[in-house]
């Protein structure tokens, strides 16, 4: 399976800052998603990272909040714009190679906001 | 949307015992079920998956059931060990992989040693 790595692996934020998290994997993919997963909660989807076109947002989730980019078939970033101490998270990138059978997760970013 | 139930949310076992999660779907439409293991500070990881076309899936200590009809899937985790220690998800999906995966809320698993 591809080797997923994200960046930074941990944060400390202040609130009203923005963080954008960078998700690499060493072959290409065909989809890339972003997920969110709250102090022992489980896993919501923030959107998938669409290559070369805008982000599909999942209810709940806004552009302006956590823009998304995907350049090519083998990186993205997420943005958390304007954070707050309810963002405090981790943030996996997952992806779904070949013919999209499985999601596979990147190490998470644990982000926490004072 | 799709909503998944999952239950329980904590489950102790003695080694070598067995144990099972179930999970409930809303939507029939799905047909891709897979089941991750979280240990804690990791990643979620796929130990096994199962699509609607099949009733069962085994992979040596590990087996998934669905029941379509019922709108229920279940793992089933035989001789348990203390490194089966961890939080387990199931998800739905309908299509692998390219589409949004609904994951339910979990289960801790405890094997006591």
């Known amino acids: 399976s591809a080797v997923i790595s994200q960046k930074p692996s941990r944060d400390i934020c202040q609130r009203g800052t923005s963080l954008t998290i960078q998700c690499q994997v060493d072959?290409?993919?065909?989809?890339m998603f972003w997920y969110r997963q709250q102090p022992g909660q489980s896993l919501t989807l923030i959107a998938t990272a669409n290559q070369g076109s805008e982000a599909t947002y999942e209810s709940g989730f806004v552009i302006d909040k956590f823009p998304i980019s995907r350049p090519n078939l083998t990186f993205s970033t997420l943005t958390v714009s304007n954070m707050s101490p309810e963002d405090s998270s981790i943030y996996l990138c997952?992806?779904?190679?070949?013919?999209?059978?499985?999601?596979?997760f990147g190490p998470g970013t644990r982000l926490l906001v004072l | 949307g799709e909503n998944v139930e999952q239950h329980p949310s904590t489950l102790s076992v003695q080694e070598g015992d067995s144990a099972v999660i179930k999970c409930t779907y809303s939507?029939?439409?799905?047909?891709?079920f897979p089941w991750y293991k979280q240990e804690l500070g990791k990643r979620p990881q796929l130990i096994i998956d199962?699509?609607?076309?099949?009733g069962e899936k085994k992979d040596q200590r590990i087996a998934v059931t669905l029941n379509k009809t019922a709108k229920h899937f279940s793992l089933h985790i035989t001789e348990t060990q203390p490194e089966d220690s961890a939080v387990y998800f199931c998800a739905a999906s309908r299509q692998a992989g390219a589409n949004n995966l609904f994951f339910g809320t979990g289960t801790r698993l405890t094997v006591i040693p």
């Open positions: 939507d029939s439409a799905s047909n891709y």
């Open positions: 997952s992806v779904a190679t070949g013919t999209g059978e499985t999601q596979y």
């Open positions: 199962i699509r609607s076309n099949v």
């Open positions: 072959s290409q993919v065909t989809m």
